[in-house]
């Protein structure tokens, strides 16, 4: 390059009086405006356009920031600079000082997630393992802030650049929040919005001291290990489940299956049997009298009368220093498969002068495992 070449190229940069900057990406967030020497003449156009902003830097210490609007560049519209640069009657052209221009729209749909599982200490599973993701969005703030915190002297810093340390920091803080806020472990998937806003809360301030502000945070799930999963929901069928009518229904579905069975006689006179008790009473309370009131069982049939059906026994079991039940012999025995209660558990049934451990119940015994009948009688 000639000598006439280097002065016509320094005099073009010198004399360019627009400081402007047009955006034909999707992720820069922060563009330096370049030009020779970074000198800048008086009374220089400064265009900036909606959803930006523009911030003046002068040796590394942050000077004027100017948001959307055109500007005339002089000791007027560059105060602080003016002050920084020591000038009291204008300044000659050039001066020298670096132009940033910040991207402050909305930057939407950035994903994050825990890179390592969670681990949360339920009461009932004990330590549980769960992992999460969603996505969030945020802007820049305070565009001053951002440049000199973060940006430093990046000529072109995009979102891919900043999203590492915001994942981190998401990922970070919301580990604190899930183990805070001590929900039983199958709430956490079932609360993502009130756990979104509350997440959102705890990170704002960790962002704005930066310059940024978060503007949504979601959830989108939140997982945890396939057998986990299944004793949860094992553990909810039972927390529901009415021991009382579990047992009817496993007993008319037996005697259906005794019923069914062509192979044995046994369990055809059984299903007959019980087809015949079941008939008796049906008959018992659907056969009207002459006027159209129920007949009791001994003139409709005008035979002898059987003996009562026995009462089933009802058991009340201390549970947690309170009184629980009634319940029958078949749901105590459930309570004791699922381990409501155990062989130290105090009952009481009609008949007996004091509560008495399970373990010390003859009846109940059978629920211990492991009894063997007596020896035989010597011949």
Known sequence: MSIFDKIKEKLSHEFIDIIEWLDYTDDTIVHRFERYQNEIKNNAKLIVREG???VFVNEGQLADVFTPGTYTLNTKNLPILTTLKGWKYGFDSPFKAEVYFVNTHLFTDEKWGTKNPITLNDERFGLVEI??????AFRIGDAGKFVIDIVGTDNNFTNFEINEHLKSL???RFTDTVGEANLPIELYAANTSELSETCKEVMQPEFQSVGIS?????????SMPEDLKKEIFEYSRIDKLDLDKLTKFKTAKAIEAAANNEGGTAGAGMG??????????MGGMMQPNMGGQQQPMSQQTGGAMPPPMPVA?????????QQAGPVSFEQLRGLFANRTVNKDTLVWKQGMSNW????????????LGGNTPPP????
């Not at 978060?214 to 939140?222: D, G, Q, R, T």
């Not at 007959?272 to 009473?281: I, K, N, P, S």
């Not at 009802?314 to 220093?321: D, E, L, S, V, W």
Request: hydrophobic residues 45%; negative net charge; proline residues 4%.
């Open 170 to 172: 998401i990922a970070t």
């Open 272 to 281: 007959m049997g019980m087809g015949f008790v079941l008939a008796q009473q």
């Open 52 to 54: 930006q902003t523009a």
């Open 376 to 379: 035989l009688p010597q011949v």
């Open 214 to 222: 978060l503007e949504k945070f979601y959830i989108e799930n939140v």
């Open 356 to 367: 008495t451990p399970i373990s010390d119940v003859e009846e109940l015994k059978g629920f």
């Open 131 to 136: 992992r999460a993701f969603g996505t969030y």
């Open 313 to 321: 026994i009802q058991y009340f079991y201390a549970a947690n220093g």
